[in-house]
């Protein structure tokens, strides 16, 4: 798998649409479960960072239970669990549980260029294990579309502020990454959807500790917040989790990777409809040079790539 046939089936360019659509809707529902307020601080009628991990995956998991069971879905064999755990605690609990904390405390434009590091890593630890290489064109391109998410971040009018929050969320860019290599070959014996379902229960299972604090919170939550997280859990979770293995079965992770760099411009449009966050003049500039960026890898980055 990920030979050159994938760019002639459209079923995944669905997927990869369909992902970015969902995960750019993420940031603002972490932000509408948080009830972030004006001056940036969550809301009192909202839940906590972990909570809303809690939340979120919790309603993934038990949508994919349902699924599971009514399907039959095999379980994985005893010899794939440590693989599965490990890709389940690194891509599910650290990354999202990391993701949540760090967004508290860094603004939305750091947050945004912070994360856009995990195609950068993915990129070179696909060269690494999997034998999957970029021309150097590709690599320029990866570079100028990095660019172009530095200039969103820098949209928002108050310049970039890193605070230690930064920490967390350059550390979900790597776990995001080695997610990907992880997810990548395991894919070669399982179905998207079966893997999926295996890493989500993995890695909400550490999320537990949450627990206790979800259930404090959850008569005081807003109902807004509430249906945030429940919408977390079944789109940006289940559904793109799903969405996103059957694309990366069938195409070099390094590439598919690169279009994450999208993710902030189509985010800064679902911000605008959801939240009432126009785009300034710098956010569209930033998303142009995101996107020729984005092209220039898929069209000009492939050199001899193997899965």
Known sequence: MGGPGWKRDPRTWLA?????LLWASAFAGIRAGLRITPAGRPGTDGYGPGELALLRFGTASAALAVYGLATRMRLPEPAELPRIALAGFLGISVYHVALNFGEVTVQAGAASLLISAGPVFTALLSALF??????????TGIFVAFAGVALIALSGGRGLRFTPGALLILLAAAAAAVFSILSKRALRRHAALEFTSYTIWAGTLPMLVFLPGLLRQAPQAALP????????????AAIAYVLWNYALARMPAGLLSSFLYLTPVIASLIAWAWLGEVPTPLTVLGGAIAIAGVALVQTRGQRALSS
């Open 16 to 20: 990869i649409a369909g992902v970015l």
């Open 130 to 139: 999997l034998g999957e290489r970029l021309t150097r064109i590709g690599w």
């Open 225 to 236: 917040a509430t249906l945030a997280g429940a919408y977390l859990g079944l789109f940006p």
